[in-house]
């Protein structure tokens, strides 16, 4: 099964849809037979929230943390389950200074730690972003967008 969905924000109702897509990922664990999914967390409470569905885990290709404004810090080993992501994205995360690469299991290997299935990176509205090093995690790494204020500063295809 195939699951795309697009959020619109209705401030005024309470549904699944609402805030940071919390109730949405609770209602998405029902769907026994997903093999592809793409969406976008916009808080670390519901972004552990999914990273504990082994579901999630196994069939997401496309993330994106969209307005993640709580930490100038992103531990991006938290993804190193994720076993078809393709694409990530970082849309907006202002106070976002760094992305580490900290381990957080002792027990794992090297060639888990390493997202191989990850081919286009696009970080946008991150101003105070600066190290991009955990991209040599990403073997197969294609297309790495950097767009500032929404004007292409250095965009370009790796080969």
């Known amino acids: 099964m195939w699951f795309r969905m697009y959020l619109i924000d209705y401030p005024n109702e309470d549904n699944v849809l609402k805030g940071g897509n919390e109730k949405l990922i609770v209602e ?48 991006v080993l938290c993804f190193e389950n994720l076993e078809r992501l393709k694409k990530l994205q970082f849309c907006d995360c202002e106070i976002m200074e760094e992305i580490k690469m900290e381990k957080l299991h002792t027990l794992v290997s090297k060639e888990t730690s390493c997202f191989h299935t990850l ?19 990403a073997p197969n790494l294609r297309t790495l967008w950097y767009l500032d204020n929404w004007v292409c500063k250095n965009g370009r295809n790796i080969k």
């Open 28 to 75: 998405l664990k029902g769907l026994q037979h997903l093999n592809i999914l793409r969406i976008s967390i916009h808080n670390m409470v519901c972004l552990e929230r999914f990273l504990s569905f082994n579901l999630f885990r196994c069939c997401t290709e496309a993330l994106e943390l969209s307005d993640f404004r709580e930490s100038n810090v992103f531990n």
């Open 119 to 137: 081919s286009e990176v696009i970080i946008m509205g991150c101003k105070k972003l600066k190290d991009l090093t955990w991209l040599m995690l």
